[in-house]
T-cell receptor
Framework: ETGVTQTPRHLVMGMTNKKSLKCEQH?????MYWYKQSAKKPLELMFV???????ENNSVPSRFSPECPNSSHLFLHLHTLQPEDSALYLC?????????FGPGTRLTVL | GQQVMQIPQYQHVQEGEDFTTYCNSS?????IQWYKQRPGGHPVFLIQ?????EVKKQKRLTFQFGEAKKNSSLHITATQTTDVGTYFC??????????FGQGTRLTINP
């Protein structure tokens, strides 16, 4: 499945680093999402973008900053993260409600 | 806000046994979706139920949507090792947002 791609697939960063996660969808969908998946909260919605406008921000700390430059691309900028932010970060896109997930970025914060 | 509860959290069965996971919403849903995530993979859409009392089948998988559109179940008949993974239900809260249950992790003893 190559409809939704994510890079990098694995990322290790220190708490003072700045990094970005990238998501790209090739399905022509008009909505994109960031989810956090960890052992404590299996699928936690972070951000929703519809037609490139942010429509949902689920009380996510400001150290996570999303960016949606166009309907095909979504970024998650990371800075001064904490070890508890280590998780699988999943991107998804949708058109009529059904969500198509990317493979995820496995993030480890040291 | 809307909550979607899923039970059990874990289920271990012998190959050939049946398996059922249940999903309950605090509010009436417009529709419900089911996803499967294989170990090390990402969630993949299985099916969507829309109508009150709807029952759909996919080979050995049977999906039901309750009459009140607040609960749903997934039943697998005669499990196989390929059924291993985590099964998520997701309630539709508007066209662009899904609320996911915590998932049921299925493991199978061959």
């Amino acid at each position: 499945e190559t409809g939704v791609t994510q890079t990098p697939r694995h990322l290790v960063m220190g708490m003072t680093n700045k990094k970005s996660l990238k998501c790209e969808q090739h399905l022509g969908h008009n909505a994109m999402y960031w989810y956090k998946q960890s052992a404590k909260k299996p699928l936690e919605l972070m951000f929703v973008y519809s037609l490139e406008e942010r429509v949902e921000n689920n009380s996510v700390p400001s150290r996570f900053s999303p960016e949606c430059p166009n309907s095909s691309h979504l970024f998650l900028h990371l800075h001064t993260l904490q070890p508890e932010d280590s998780a699988l970060y999943l991107c998804a896109s949708s058109q009529a409600g059904t969500q198509y997930f990317g493979p995820g970025t496995r993030l480890t914060v040291l | 806000g809307q909550q979607v509860m899923q039970i059990p959290q874990y289920q271990h069965v012998q190959e050939g046994e049946d398996f059922t996971t249940y999903c309950n919403s605090s509010t009436t849903l417009s529709n419900i979706q089911w996803y499967k995530q294989r170990p090390g993979g990402h969630p993949v859409f299985l099916i969507q139920l829309v109508k009150s009392g709807e029952v759909k089948k996919q080979k050995r998988l049977t999906f039901q949507f309750g009459e009140a559109k607040k609960n749903s179940s997934l039943h697998i008949t005669a499990t196989q090792t390929t059924d291993v993974g985590t099964y998520f239900c997701a309630g539709n809260q508007g066209a662009q947002k899904l609320v996911f249950g915590q998932g049921t992790r299925l493991t199978i003893n061959p």
